[in-house]
């Protein structure tokens, strides 16, 4: 269980994040949804205890940071590490025994070459991995889908059903709806640093209409195109 | 680009460019006053610093904006400024072969690009421990190989001194293992208090390095039993001072070292009993720096 609680960030005259309240219960899945800069990945960036915020943050694990694996929008790798020792860096921060990695490489990474030269989908696909060797209780995923192929896209669909199976905390931000309405039991809406919206599985196609309705309007006749 | 590294660095742009002409000369000439070969090992170093413009993805990326023309222009135009001081020296010096031959060198690699993503994996005794040293061993393999290699001239030519020297230079090339700064990532993963995470630091360091220097080391102690004190004495140092790096890494975290650190740095390496108050100093900077990800 997460509680959010007065999460604020600003830099200089730039709110970021203004007042924002959450509840994450175990088991569940969680969307995000909000515009490119709406805060989405600050917002994950407080919970994961990678920035400084004011309000408060809080669960019953303590210290929350050591049981959160956070999925990168763009991980980064250090320089002439292969994909099979970053794993192992990975779990040795966590005190985690690494065994059969192979077995494990679901994706078929080419876990003995340097991640640093993975394309945007295979990075994202070791970095996934790796939280989750780390076993970690919360999992934030900021844009799992993004720049993943169509097939890992549905074992990290599947890899979500059971993590919340197994009764974790997920929260995913998506640019792609489909995939949070495959995945999720409850999208927030984040507009100007506030989640605006709340809304539950039954009416995620309703919001989807929405979505298209703000967002498309009458854009596409303004384009003219010929 | 200079300019901004310059800021990063903590030194005000005035200063550097005032202060960068004399320091080029004083090391220029204290090269040259130092050893006969001065001229070649001058000229390697003025070529090396080209390399740095050889990388595919910097030179697609120039390729696709400029014509191919204007693209070679902006490569020669790189180069040659980037050797100038150099050859400027050389020819001051009447090195007037050395000087042509870097000027040479210089156009010749405004045509060339290198693949800097090399496929081959080079092992390491590392894998248990993979971070800096991993890293490091991968990119500086061939300094380390000369490191070896004047170690064993310097067994072969019964030049006690010139082992220590390349003691010392593997000790300084573990050092620099630690110059990338790695994101608050891969800080806040551990489940470590900061003094904690500081200790596993030093003690995988420590034994990283030894199985780096202790070849050197033992080498140097069997062909030399009578300067084993001597060789434990720079073994010794060679870890403090790796220590002391690691604890000024963090002190600047997540921002990379900058001018005061270097400045402490250097005076500890100078002035080694200076490091009594240096390592308490940065031990401390470093804790409160990776409280910030570490709480």
Known sequence: MISIENVSISFGSNIILNNVHAHFSKGKVYGIVGENGSGKTTFFRCIAGLQAYSGHINSEFNPLKNHIGLLQTEPYFFSKITGREYLQLMCNARNIRVTDIDSKNIFGLPLNEYAATYSTGMKKKLALMAILMQENEILILDEPFNGVDIHSNILITQIIHQLK????????????????????????LLDNGTFVKKVLKAEFSLLEQELINFTVGNKIEQLKLK | MLNRQLADFGLPRAIAWIALPPIFVSLSLYLFYKTAFAQY??????????????????????????KIGDYYRVRLGENILVVLPFLIFLICKNCIASAGILLALATATAFISFKNKLRFIIPTPFYKKPFEFISGFRKMWPALLCCYLVTIIAIVVHNFNLGVVALTAIFLLCISFYQEMETGFYVRVFLLTPHQFLKQKIATAAWQASLLTLPA???????????????????????????????????AFPQPIALPQVILLVAGILFAPLLILIIPYFYIRSLKKLNNFLR
């Not at chain 2, 004190?229 to 220590?243: E, K, T």
């Open chain 1, 165 to 188: 199976s197994l009764n974790k905390t997920i929260l995913i931000s998506s640019h792609i709806f489909s995939t949070l309405n495959a995945t999720c039991d409850e999208i927030y």
């Open chain 2, 41 to 66: 090992i001058y000229t390697l170093i003025a070529a090396s610093l080209t390399a740095n413009f050889t990388g595919t993805d910097r030179n697609d990326f120039l390729r696709s904006c400029f």
């Open chain 2, 217 to 251: 080391a033992i080498a140097l102690g069997i062909c030399y039993p009578p300067h084993i004190n001597i060789i434990g004495l720079f073994f010794c140092l060679g870890h403090i001072y790796l220590a002391t790096a690691i604890c000024a890494k963090y002190s």
